[in-house]
């Protein structure tokens, strides 16, 4: 545990030092900044890929590429046609499990500072804070693959480009198909929503979450029916939505904890979203993703039988390591400024625990292929 946090200090220092200086990192410290991020990048994305027997679902994902040989194999359905892909890709290649790792690790890791770098005010503080929700991204799975692609979407949905957007969800979907809920984020993007029709959502969402959970299950039965969905996908959606089963890394507890933060960003968005929006050119259309994903959130987040759902949400949280930072530049005495990072820093660390505390024994301690 000393290690992500070690790294995440680190990493936060490092934010705090460039983003003093300059907005962006590749503006204002050249040296030092670039250096010092290109460092931390290839450390985790090692880390990702010397990994052995660590991080969630490792048997199922390790037992997949060595006892497949073929692309018949491969493409058997367990698991989405591009993971599959690239699994049986490093087979034929290179043989080795470890080379998958690193090559996944640089897709996530690479595609998230990417993503990052283009899109925030503050880079290297909104890394810092991607960090310590997915520890470094060193521990990827299907959807953290999925996630990575699909954010990079985020600067075709603001350019109006809609067949780029389509075309890089599409291909996130083939690696997880929770993702084709990102659809909804480009007609979300565009649209005039008002915080007052947000709340009302939100509160409506809240009461049908609380005491409406047949109901969802009718809902999503109705519409899988009238939609002609069937097959496979059909079963993956409702192991998603409706899977009555229990998850420890989305217990209740940990639901309603969840439940409480986003309304507490919920209000905070809302609150500051006039002065976001003069701040920062894609703080409106991320605030109306942002604040209709909690809408989804709140009708799952009170029954453990829908914690499938609710992870599907888990793309758009993304967004928070955009926009949390915008707000230090909302002030301009450096005292507030230098509070405002020390609540990321905090809020970072926290989310960072809670991370590794849902499957403490497949992230402590590190082990490697080394050890």
Known sequence: MILYFGLATILFLIAVCCSTK???TNTGVIGFGKIAIFSFLLITIILGGIRWKAGTDWENYYNFFIYNGTWKEFNSGIFEISYSFLNFLIKKYFDSYTVLLLIISFIVIF???????????????????FFCDNIGGIFPVRQT?????????????????MLAFILVTILAASFHLSLLIWFISYPLYHRKISSSNIIILFITATVIGMIGSNLIIWIVEKSLINGNISGSIASRIKIYILG????????????????????VFVALFIILRPKLIQRYSYANGLINIYLFSN???????????????????????FIEVLLLPVIISLYKDAHIKY?????LYIYGLVKLNSAISAYPELYTPYRSILD
Do not use: Q
């Open 22 to 24: 300059e907005m962006k």
């Open 111 to 129: 595609l998230r500072y990417r993503t990052i770098k283009l899109l925030a005010l503050f880079p290297i503080m909104s890394y810092y804070l």
């Open 145 to 161: 693959i999925a996630i990575s692609i699909a954010v990079t979407s985020i600067y075709f949905i603001h350019k109006k480009n």
């Open 244 to 263: 009555k089963y229990s998850d420890s890394s989305l217990s209740m507890l940990r639901m309603i904890f969840s439940f409480i933060k986003r309304m």
């Open 295 to 317: 809408v989804i959130f709140s009708l799952f987040a009170f029954n453990e039988a829908f914690a499938p759902m609710a992870r599907m949400v888990t793309p758009f949280l």
């Open 339 to 343: 509070i405002i990072f020390l609540l």
